[in-house]
DNA sequence: CGATATACCTTGACAGGCGAAGTATATTAT
DNA sequence: ATAATATACTTCGCCTGTCAAGGTATATCG
């Protein structure tokens, strides 16, 4: 991966999230679709993916079930909930108000365009 | 503060680094600048910053020398490097991507502007 | 039958942020 | 005078998220 963790910590559990946003999804699918998203440049680790579905479901941001398997190994499935819609806005909007805040205190002096 | 510890983290020495590119300074009138171009937004905690501090003057990215006090207590300036000027410049190359692969990631699907 | 792709899970180490507490000096208010 | 506040730095130890490493199980393809 070319982004470094210290980068994306914070940002996972929103961009699981944003993924069970547009549907029902599964860790492995998941992934598979933050990779082409990004062109190959960023994947989660399944570790991390997988801590996050835990933290999330505790939040009760999500609520997870058996799927049926169509090829490979079963799969859980997750879908987002109110309560993770709610924190999936909240988390947008935050990240709107970090990114300005770190821009204005990392760009170079002169680059302002 | 209003930004998230795990948004900002990875950020801390970019930040800071990007504060001594401008001229030689010290902790407390970095996170006072920091304040300021926030508009009290974001600051940095004492204990995160010195420990930046530290880390920065390990990697060679920062010299430090003590300073006259002209008004409170001793200060310890801290000078950037050429080491820490070319990691600076990377960091922001770096915060530009992440930038965009977190934009892609999170940002609602017909959202685009 | 072995290799590969799909799919999930757990453990333990590591690193950075930060609360809390401490030290010391100068200024301002009471 | 003295208490409070602002300036300024330092260290200790906890917490939390990332991830390397290892494990389990099924289906497909050569």
Known sequence: ???ASD???GHTETIVLAQLSERDSYGYEINKAIQQK???LFELKEATLYSAFRRLEQ???VKSYWGGEDTGARRRYYSITPV????LA??????HEAKEIIDKLIIAEGALE
Chains 1, 2 share one sequence.
């Open 1 to 3: 991966m070319s982004i």
């Open 84 to 87: 993770g819609a709610a924190v």
């Open 90 to 95: 909240q988390n947008r909007i935050d990240w």
């Open 59 to 61: 939040g009760q941001c």
């Open 38 to 40: 990004t062109d190959g």
């Open 7 to 9: 980068l994306i910590r």
